[in-house]
């Protein structure tokens, strides 16, 4: 553990302390010499509770990102943030039933080949806690027109 954690909990601590204190006065719990002892359980337990929350907090904000409906403006402008429209793809069905040629008219020639019946498009980095890869949305065709569509991590 690092030496910020207990000094962010003591920050923390500080504030609950003197409510305590302020809050056993108002319910005249105990006397005015052991109320300032009784104050120390709170600060002590909560403190540590409140950074785990805002930590925690923190973590679910950074790897928040919005859906967007498709735009194909949007998909050929920005490669980097195609992960945003990748939802939109694969839920609407937009490009099951589409032969190969509307797929790439669609979606442009930016598009890697792994064989006849699959390509991919790069969406770029999802964010997520510890994503090191891109992400690519893989389009499988059979008999020339789409049959699935998914997103995964290379």
Do not use: C
């Amino acid at each position: 553990m690092s030496l910020e954690v207990p000094i962010i909990i003591l920050i923390l601590a500080i504030p609950f302390y003197f409510l305590s204190r302020w809050v056993f006065k108002k319910i005249k719990l105990g006397n005015e010499r052991n109320r300032k002892y009784w104050a120390i359980i709170p600060a002590v337990v909560i403190s540590p509770i409140l950074y785990i929350g805002i930590v925690l907090i923190g973590m679910f904000s950074m790897t928040y990102y919005p859906n967007i409906d498709f735009d194909k403006q949007k998909w050929e402008e920005n490669q980097e943030k195609r992960y945003k429209m990748s939802k939109n793809i694969i839920k609407s069905e937009m490009l099951i039933g589409k032969t190969k040629e509307e797929v790439i008219e669609l979606l442009g020639e930016d598009y890697h080949t792994y064989d006849d019946d699959h390509i991919a498009y790069d969406l770029g980095f999802v964010p997520e806690l510890f994503n090191i890869d891109p992400d690519v949305l893989d389009i499988y065709f059979g008999n020339g027109i789409v049959i699935k569509v998914e997103q995964h991590r290379t």
